[in-house]
T-cell receptor, first 114, second 114 residues
Framework: DAGVIQSPRHEVTEMGQEVTLRCKPI?????LFWYRQTMMRGLELLIY????????DSGMPEDRFSAKMPNASFSTLKIQPSEPRDSAVYFC????????????FGPGTRLTVL | EDQVTQSPEALRLQEGESSSLNCSYT??????LFWYRQDPGKGPEFLFT???AGEEKEKERLKATLTKKESFLHITAPKPEDSATYLC???????????????FGRGTQLTVWP
């Protein structure tokens, strides 16, 4: 298995532009998580899905952030409009079931908003 | 509120100098405690899951232990390639939207020099 796949690996954009991050979870995993990591706040959970349905989006910073999971093999995290304070590394992770099962992380997308 | 605290924030060891990293937690009904390793520019890599107090797991030079309030990651005779940030996360036995989510600590940055 190729593991969790994220694209792009790096994204540089200007303030106000729309940014779309993509994730392909490990086949057979029914949970998908989006995290953001910064030096100031560490690793923060933004939203997670179970069987393509959003379960908890309480970590989404504001309405500028949205996430979708149209099918079991694809998810997107969109920021519109982007702001400099959104600069961070965004990780996608997936797991099989929920209780006591480890999450497997993708390589991350490093986002820089100028 | 569920919380995870890791100490120390940073640790420098000489090659061969054994030590321990600490992860203390306050959660309602622990479902699992997870240790991850994160190298610069990469996503967290799963190491161990511990489920109940008294449990221990080993992998090469690493051994993880768990009590009712904390976990330790013991590093025996470390090598420079063990240098990384070690993250601890807990899964609580919550309900509704808290099911499945992990709460991460800020991590311990370990540097092992020759």
């Amino acid at each position: 298995d190729a593991g969790v796949i994220q694209s792009p690996r790096h994204e540089v954009t200007e303030m106000g532009q729309e940014v779309t991050l993509r994730c392909k979870p490990i086949s057979g995993h029914d949970y998908l998580f989006w995290y953001r990591q910064t030096m100031m706040r560490g690793l923060e959970l933004l939203i997670y899905f179970n069987n393509n349905v959003p379960i908890d989006d309480s970590g989404m910073p504001e309405d500028r952030f949205s996430a979708k999971m149209p099918n079991a093999s694809f998810s997107t995290l969109k920021i519109q409009p982007s702001e400099p304070r959104d600069s961070a590394v965004y990780f996608c992770a997936s797991s099989f079931s929920s209780f006591g099962n480890e999450q497997f992380f993708g390589p991350g997308t490093r986002l820089t908003v100028l | 509120e569920d919380q995870v605290t890791q100490s120390p924030e940073a640790l420098r060891l000489q090659e061969g100098e054994s030590s321990s990293l600490n992860c203390s937690y306050t959660v309602s009904g622990l479902r699992g405690l997870f240790w991850y390793r994160q190298d610069p520019g990469k996503g967290p890599e799963f190491l161990f899951t511990l489920y109940s107090a008294g449990e221990e797991k080993e992998k090469e030079r690493l051994k993880a232990t768990l009590t009712k309030k904390e976990s330790f990651l013991h590093i025996t005779a470390p090598k420079p390639e063990d240098s990384a940030t070690y993250l601890c996360a807990v899964q609580a036995g919550g309900r509704g939207s808290t099911l499945g989510r992990l709460y991460f600590g800020r991590g311990t940055q370990l540097t092992v020099w020759p």
